[in-house]
């Protein structure tokens, strides 16, 4: 078992993490997003563009989530890894419902995924897992000036667990955890061809 593993506080964490940010989304959801941005933030240009980029983050929230799901299910990793994607997994699934929650009826549909045989080897695993994680920083940065400040401060306390999640992958792929002093901002576009050329999202 990996040392990760060994630490008692890590899955209470998680499910605190999962708990509160689920709560906080049935507090907020369905039409309740304009009620949750403060005063002054409010236009309708404001709240509309929330609501864009919010669905934006949703799909790749769900993404990570799927991948996960399937990387546990597929049984192929063990041990630390094992235990990384089912902690960060659960992450996701809590990033989600948050998501989704703040969202309601706004909420788009979200595609059918096939990840192929990325979880079918440690090795690929890894790669993809470092590849959605960076993607997933690099997206939350892209879009922190175009948010309003409430939704700008939900943003930033996903963000900087996704961050973490990349740190980690990279350490226990023998990659350096952070490769820069400051990591890239990327718009949707240019996530979402990043996206594409995996082939992962199917309909």
């Not at 990760?4 to 997003?33: H, I, K, W, Y």
């Not at 934006?56 to 929230?61: A, G, M, N, S, T």
Request: net charge positive; charged share 25%.
């Amino acid at each position: 078992m990996s040392e990760f593993a060994q630490d008692p506080g890590e899955e209470t964490r998680g499910n605190a993490l999962r708990r509160g940010l689920v709560a906080l989304g049935g507090v907020l959801g369905g039409s309740a997003l304009l009620g949750w941005l403060p005063e002054g933030a409010r236009s309708a240009r404001g709240a509309a563009q929330d609501v864009r980029i919010l669905n934006f983050v949703h799909l790749l929230e769900s993404l990570e989530d799927a991948f996960y799901r399937e990387a546990l299910k597929r049984g192929k990793l063990r041990g630390d890894m094992r235990d990384f994607a089912r902690i960060v997994g659960r992450h996701e699934s809590a990033h989600v419902a948050f998501l989704k929650g703040t969202l309601g009826k706004k909420a788009r549909k979200i595609p059918s995924f096939d990840f192929g045989d990325a979880t079918g080897s440690r090795h690929r695993f890894a790669t993809t897992a470092i590849m959605l994680e960076d993607t997933g920083v690099y997206a939350y940065n892209g879009q922190a000036t175009s948010l309003t400040p409430g939704a700008l401060r939900a943003a930033a306390r996903i963000v900087s667990v996704e961050a973490r999640h990349a740190a980690w992958i990279r350490a226990l792929a023998g990659r350096s955890p952070a490769v820069d002093a400051t990591d890239a901002l990327l718009t949707e576009a240019q996530v979402m061809k990043r996206i594409r050329k995996t082939g992962f999202i199917k309909s």
